[in-house]
């Protein structure tokens, strides 16, 4: 069986969800092929897929929302991006097809998994293969969102989505009215990798699980002043910016670990709204501080599941910057009860019936 995974390159979250399930699918049938489909740069992606055997072919799908910062988007340069990608989608699905015919073995079951770029659905059609979409939340409800030109490009996604087979539909999610069998699957994550006494032992770390701090921003970071982290001294902080791990009460994410990794020595993660990253702490049982995110339709649908479902505190962007994180108050409990885990293999197992 062949799984050609169509893996936005918006950002990490994506690639980290895509990884959870074809990981979840690798145990349960350890035979499957996988090529992901992806312009994610490579470093992520020998991390991300480290334990599942995979081949990659550098293909953009998709733009998603480019972003003035971690915390903003640019519907400008957004537009401007969709517009130079779609003359270039006919002969790239022209020529991935090619090479995924020469690909499959005689007989051979495949499907198209694609995480949430509109335009993968030619890539199935030209190969005559069914396509499971798995999303929260698509293109067309952002950029629907964001209003102005992008309402056309919104409509044209739709259309796109609704070509699909079937619709694998993660928590947190928007309404995706596409009009397909969908599979709603719980808190899709992955697998730390080390036990908390092999991590502080490997890595040298003497805080304490409940002063300790993740700050993820994911692939494009966020800049800000290591003096904001000695405002909470007996804290310790993982940081993904060098200069951030200047600061002496600060370490630097170790280059062979994931974040994901690094959370069961972590008491908090402070982050920006994100499916992944909410996944992955939710589903390790560790609280989020979540900092407001502008123009992106899914951070409040985030936001609102959070509070509902995990220990949470959200912060303005101004006092995130000022560093008034308020990590010396309790967190605020869960409005409902926590969401189930699990999901990646859910999705998985409807895969494996899906082909077989």
Known sequence: MLIIACIS??????????????GALHRLEPQCRFLLSTPLPEAFLKQAFA????????CCWDVGVVQADA??????????????????????????????????????????LA????????????????????ANFGWDAIYQ????????????????YRRGTALLECPFCLDMDWELPRCQIGLSAGVPRLSPDELRQSIGWDFAKQKTAMLSFGGMGF?????????WPDWGFFVAEPEL???????????????????????????????????????????????????????????????????????????????????DEPLIPPAKGPLAPGGEIEAARYLLEFLT
């Open 9 to 22: 390159g918006h950002g990490f979250g994506h690639g980290s969800r895509v990884a959870a399930l074809l």
């Open 51 to 58: 334990a599942i055997p995979h081949q990659q072919r550098n």
């Open 71 to 112: 915390l903003g988007s640019d519907p400008a340069a957004t537009l401007q991006a969709l517009e130079a990608l779609e003359p270039l989608l006919a002969n790239q699905v022209e020529l991935e097809a090619q090479a995924i015919s020469a690909m499959l073995l005689p007989g051979e079951k495949a499907v198209v």
């Open 115 to 134: 995480d949430v770029a509109p335009a993968a659905v030619l890539l199935a059609e030209r190969l005559a293969l069914p396509l499971v979409w798995q």
């Open 145 to 160: 969102e964001l209003g102005g030109e992008l309402v056309a490009w919104a409509k044209r996604c739709n259309g796109l």
């Open 223 to 231: 800049p800000l002043d290591r003096k904001l982290l000695q405002r």
């Open 245 to 327: 791990a200047l600061a002496p009460n600060a370490k630097l994410l170790p280059h062979d670990l994931r974040p994901l990794d690094l959370l069961p020595i972590c008491g908090v993660v402070i982050t920006k709204p994100g499916y992944s990253t909410f996944c992955e702490a939710l589903g390790q049982g560790i609280g989020v501080i979540a900092v407001e995110r502008q123009g992106f339709a899914e951070a409040e649908v985030l936001l609102e599941g959070l509070r509902n479902h995990g220990w949470h505190r959200c912060l303005s962007r101004g006092s995130f910057l000022k560093g008034e994180w308020q990590l």
